[in-house]
T-cell receptor, first 113, second 112 residues
Framework: AQSVTQLDSQVPVFEEAPVELRCNYS??????LFWYVQYPNQGLQLLLK??????LVKGINGFEAEFNKSQTSFHLRKPSVHISDTAEYFC???????????FGAGTRLFVKA | DTAVSQTPKYLVTQMGNDKSIKCEQN?????MYWYKQDSKKFLKIMFS???????INETVPNRFSPKSPDKAHLNLHINSLELGDSAVYFC???????????FGNGTRLTVT
C-alpha cells in the first residue's frame, strides 16, 4: 500500500524568503510523485511531477522538487516566495497497478509581508 | 474553455434529501474520479471510472452512487443525505494512471 506524509501542517514565511515543504512517501512499487496547489475556493492545480529521469524537477511559478529514493522524500522548494503563493499545497503519489492517486494531508503556506 | 466543470458550485440541502452533482470534462481523458475534501482539507478518493467502467470504489456508503453515461461525464448521486456528508466534492480526470489529475473547482455541499 502507498501512503504520503506531509510533515508540516502550516508553514508561515516572510515574503522573498526561501521555503521548503516536506513530503515523505512509502510504497512497495515504483511511484510517480506530484505536487498540487489549491488556492481558496478553487480546485487543485498541478505544480510539478516526477515520473522518471532527472531527480530534480522544475514546475510552474518558480517551484522545484527533488526526488530522493533512499530517503523516500519529494520536498518542494522555492527560493523566494510571494504573497500570491499563499495557498494549500498537496503532495501526491501514484503507482502502477491502478488509477489510485493518494494525497497527503496538505501544508498551508502562509506568506507574510 | 473550462477543462473539468462541475455543477452546482454550492449545494445547501436538508438531511434526508437526495441530490446530484454533475461533472463534465472536455480533455478527451479516459478516466474520471470523485474525491471528497473534508473540513480539514483532507482529500480522499471515492470512485473512479475508466471508459464508463467503475474501477475504483472505495469504502463509501452505498447512499453514494456514481453514474457515467459516457467517458466525458461522471455524475454523483447521493441519497438520504446526512450531516456528515457536508464537504467539498471534487471531480477530476486523467489520461492514464501515471498522468496528473485535472480537477474541477469543486461543489461545496452543506447538509443542515
Amino acid at each position: 500500500a502507498q501512503s504520503v506524509t506531509q510533515l508540516d501542517s502550516q508553514v508561515p514565511v516572510f515574503e522573498e524568503a526561501p521555503v521548503e515543504l516536506r513530503c515523505n512517501y512509502s510504497s512497495s512499487v515504483s511511484v510517480y510523485l506530484f505536487w498540487y496547489v489549491q488556492y481558496p475556493n478553487q480546485g487543485l492545480q498541478l505544480l510539478l511531477k516526477y515520473l522518471s529521469g532527472s531527480t530534480l524537477v522544475k514546475g510552474i511559478n518558480g517551484f522545484e522538487a527533488e526526488f530522493n529514493k533512499s530517503q523516500t522524500s519529494f520536498h518542494l522548494r522555492k527560493p523566494s516566495v510571494h504573497i500570491s503563493d499563499t495557498a494549500e499545497y498537496f503532495c501526491a503519489v501514484s503507482g502502477t497497478g491502478g488509477f489510485k492517486t493518494i494525497f497527503g494531508a496538505g501544508t498551508r503556506l502562509f506568506v507574510k509581508a | 474553455d473550462t477543462a473539468v466543470s462541475q455543477t452546482p458550485k454550492y449545494l445547501v440541502t436538508q438531511m434526508g434529501n437526495d441530490k446530484s452533482i454533475k461533472c463534465e470534462q472536455n480533455l478527451g481523458h479516459d478516466t474520471m474520479y470523485w474525491y471528497k475534501q473534508d473540513s480539514k482539507k483532507f482529500l480522499k478518493i471515492m470512485f473512479s471510472y475508466n471508459n464508463k467502467e467503475l474501477i475504483i470504489n472505495e469504502t463509501v456508503p452505498n447512499r453514494f452512487s456514481p453514474k457515467s453515461p459516457d467517458k466525458a461525464h461522471l455524475n454523483l448521486h447521493i441519497n438520504s443525505l446526512e450531516l456528515g456528508d457536508s464537504a467539498v466534492y471534487f471531480c477530476a480526470s486523467s489520461q492514464e494512471e501515471r498522468t496528473p489529475l485535472h480537477f474541477g473547482n469543486g461543489t461545496r455541499l452543506t447538509v443542515t
